[in-house]
Every structure is written in structure tokens, then in C-alpha cells.
């Protein structure tokens, strides 16, 4: 089976690029595991490992083999590959280059935000996530979009229907791996918009495309997540990383 053709470059990943070129750094080394994927160059930087559909092993990463050769942007480059597990490695570069300031960071969690945010009014989320049972009955409406869908989920399509209506939305950061973020965010007329989990990055140059809020995590010890991602945790399993978020009121 031959390789996708790559989607239609996002603008949005674009300006991340421009704004991470000073911090080109040597690809030290690339863990691609069943849930997430670390990647270490600069910093350790952490995706959610996502791969196409479809017969195992069809489709393979370019340069398998050679990617510590790389640089770290040449490596950010995949995160535009039309090959989800190509994107998956590309988004977690990217997160390997971003100096997170804590000191502009807040400790609060996505369900935290969305709460604060969202009491009595109409909610979105793209994406499950495991607190979401507890957003239910404190927001006037609470409507789960998900491609997987679970109970109580609705499918992914009906996001041009739902999220026009919505306050507050919460968007998964894996968004970015599957290339629908900007199709998400103009749908978002006139919402509080939260980017969620730890596939987000922690940059405010997303605050030019109407993000309000980024809940995502920091890597504080690489070991540690690398031997818990290589384990097979899941992200609650996972150590050796820090929940923060990053909010237009807290930038300086």
C-alpha cells in the first residue's frame, strides 16, 4: 500500500516551527511505544502514539533506523505527514523543543479549567477523557464528540453541528496528529476554548488561533517516563512528568 499523500500544511504548525527555530537541537533519541511516544532533543517532549488503520506493517516511518541523525526540526516536520504514526513522532519533537516556563504555568488540571468555566452552560469535548462522568449535571449541556466512540460519545462528524453552539469546548491535543485542530477551531464561533492532554503544546502562539487555555504536561524526568512509556503505561501510569497549564490571563 503506498504512502498517503501529506495533508494540507497547517498554518498553525507552521508558526510553531517558525517560533521553535532557535531551538534546533540533535535527535538523541526516539521511543515509539503502544501508547505514547517520547521523544529527546533539547528537552523529552511526549505525544499519544496514534498509527493508521489497516493491515499491520504496511506502512512504515521514512528513515526508520536514521532518525537520530536527524535534527530536531527536520524531525518536527513529521508531525505534517499524512502518516498518523509519522505525526505522532513529528508532534513529540515538537514538544521536545518548547522551553515551558513554569513560572507563566498554572497547576490545574483540563477538568479544573473547564468547571470554572463551563458551570450552566453548553459544553463540548473533543475527545474522552476519564473526568468527563464528573462534568456531568454541572454544565447546562455536555455533548463527547469521539472517532472511538464509547458510551454516551457521539461521533466525531457531528462537530460542525455541536460545537457552533458551545461556550466552553475542550479539544484533544491529539488534534494536531490527525491534522483536524484548525477545521475544530473555526467551528468555535464563539467559545472558551480549552486544548487538552498531553499531546498539546505549551506555546502561546496557539493563543493567535482562539485557544484560551493549554493543559498539558512537562517533562521533569526523562528516565522515568521513558521506562514507564516503554513498559506499556498508560497515562496514568506514567511518571516523571508535571500536569500544567498555560492561560491568556497568566502571559507576560
Not at 111 to 131: C, M, R, Y
Request: aromatic share 6%; net charge neutral; with cysteine.
Amino acid at each position: 500500500m503506498g504512502r498517503k499523500e501529506e495533508n494540507r500544511p497547517l498554518k498553525i504548525l507552521d508558526d510553531l516551527f517558525s517560533d521553535l527555530k532557535r531551538n534546533d537541537d540533535p535527535v538523541r533519541s526516539v521511543h515509539t511505544c503502544v501508547f505514547w511516544t517520547a521523544v529527546v532533543t533539547k528537552h523529552c517532549g511526549l505525544s499519544s502514539t496514534f498509527r493508521d488503520e489497516g493491515i499491520p506493517h504496511d506502512r512504515g516511518v521514512r528513515d526508520v533506523g536514521n532518525l537520530t541523525r536527524k535534527t530536531a526540526l527536520e524531525l518536527a516536520e513529521y508531525a505534517k505527514s499524512g502518516s498518523l504514526l509519522e505525526a505522532s513522532i513529528g508532534m513529540a519533537t515538537i514538544n521536545s523543543l518548547i522551553d515551558v516556563d513554569e513560572s507563566k504555568c498554572i497547576e490545574k488540571n483540563a477538568f479544573e479549567i473547564i468547571l470554572e468555566n463551563g458551570t450552566d452552560k453548553n459544553v463540548a469535548i473533543v475527545g474522552h477523557f476519564p473526568w468527563i462522568p464528573k462534568l456531568r449535571g454541572k454544565v447546562k449541556n455536555l455533548w463527547v464528540l469521539e472517532q472511538r466512540l464509547k458510551e454516551g460519545d457521539l461521533p466525531a462528524r457531528e462537530a460542525d453541528r455541536i460545537l457552533p453552539q458551545c461556550e466552553v469546548v475542550g479539544i484533544t491535543g491529539t488534534s494536531f496528529i490527525n491534522h483536524t485542530i484548525e477545521g475544530l477551531l473555526a467551528l468555535c464561533k464563539r467559545a472558551f476554548i480549552v486544548l487538552v492532554g498531553p499531546t498539546s503544546p505549551i506555546s502561546p502562539i496557539l493563543f493567535d488561533y482562539g485557544i484560551d487555555a493549554i493543559c498539558g504536561i512537562k517533562v521533569v524526568d526523562s528516565e522515568k517516563v521513558i521506562q514507564s512509556i516503554s513498559e506499556g503505561a498508560t497515562f496514568k501510569e506514567v511518571t516523571g512528568v508535571k500536569l500544567l497549564a498555560l492561560t491568556k490571563t497568566v502571559r507576560k
